[in-house]
């Protein structure tokens, strides 16, 4: 029996979330029932971040044991023939016996996107946020930065979470503009759930002046969703790194 690791790209655009249901359809299953015709075994992946419907992911990291003989390097190319275009598997690997994709994980990195101009994309409409009207981007990045250190996030979890503590510590968290485009990365020990969403929709309520930056303060005081935006759509939320010390 080996542990093998597989890095994941997918467009949840098409999907429930990572995590398998009975009401809909998962990136999980997909890739389960893959593997289960590549290796002819029942196959249980568990996976770094259970991204929400639509949320998409260009680095997700899944483990999962196999008494398949295929060359671990090998699994990702196999692999890619037998699911549907919206999931690739961009690296496959060996890994030790007691490496656990979620609890071994010392940090995530997220990328929120926005669209600013009057009119949709034709290409980006399922990767990123549109917002029409002008939003104040010195007031958005100056909020960005609010985030960076040790916080109570406990205000900007969603209902339905099951974490029992809510402090974490935020490495990186910037608001950069290129054009018509703004991009929001963030970079942490943990997330809550929603809490990228709602960051992000926190920050665009501030861009549209309905909110004043000194509202990020006042929640981790007041542990109130109240004091936040809207939790943003999820297609313009996208996993991008999942952090280890070390894999093998």
Not at 170 to 175: G, I, Q, R, V
Not at 184 to 203: D, E, P, Q, W
Request: aromatic share 8%.
């Amino acid at each position: 029996m080996r542990r093998i690791a597989l890095i994941l790209e997918y467009d949840g655009g098409p999907y429930c979330g990572w995590q398998r249901q009975k009401n809909g359809l998962s990136v999980q299953a997909v890739a389960e029932n893959a593997l289960k015709r590549l290796c002819g075994e029942e196959i249980a992946l568990t996976g770094a971040s259970r991204t929400d419907a639509g949320v998409h992911a260009l680095y997700q990291v899944a483990h999962f044991d196999t008494e398949s003989r295929i060359p671990a390097e090998k699994f990702s190319f196999a692999l890619n023939t037998l699911l549907p275009s919206t999931i690739r598997v961009t690296g496959s690997l060996q890994v030790r016996s007691d490496f656990h994709a979620r609890f071994d994980a010392k940090g995530k990195s997220y990328e929120y996107r926005i669209l600013n101009r009057p009119h949709q994309s034709a290409l980006k409409a399922n990767t990123h946020a549109h917002l029409p009207t002008p939003l104040d981007f010195g007031a958005m990045a100056e909020a960005a930065a609010l985030f960076l250190g040790r916080h109570d996030f406990s205000a900007f979890m969603a209902a339905g979470g099951s974490a029992k503590t809510f402090t974490r510590e935020m490495t990186a968290s910037t608001l950069q503009k290129n054009g018509d485009e703004l991009l929001f990365t963030i970079c942490g020990s943990g997330f809550l759930y929603n809490m990228v969403r709602i960051i992000a929709g926190t920050l665009i309520a501030i861009g549209q002046g309905k909110l004043a930056p000194g509202c990020i303060p006042r929640a981790y005081q007041s542990r109130s969703r109240l004091d936040l935006g809207p939790t943003a759509p999820a297609h313009g939320l996208c996993l991008t790194r999942v952090f280890y010390d070390s894999m093998a």
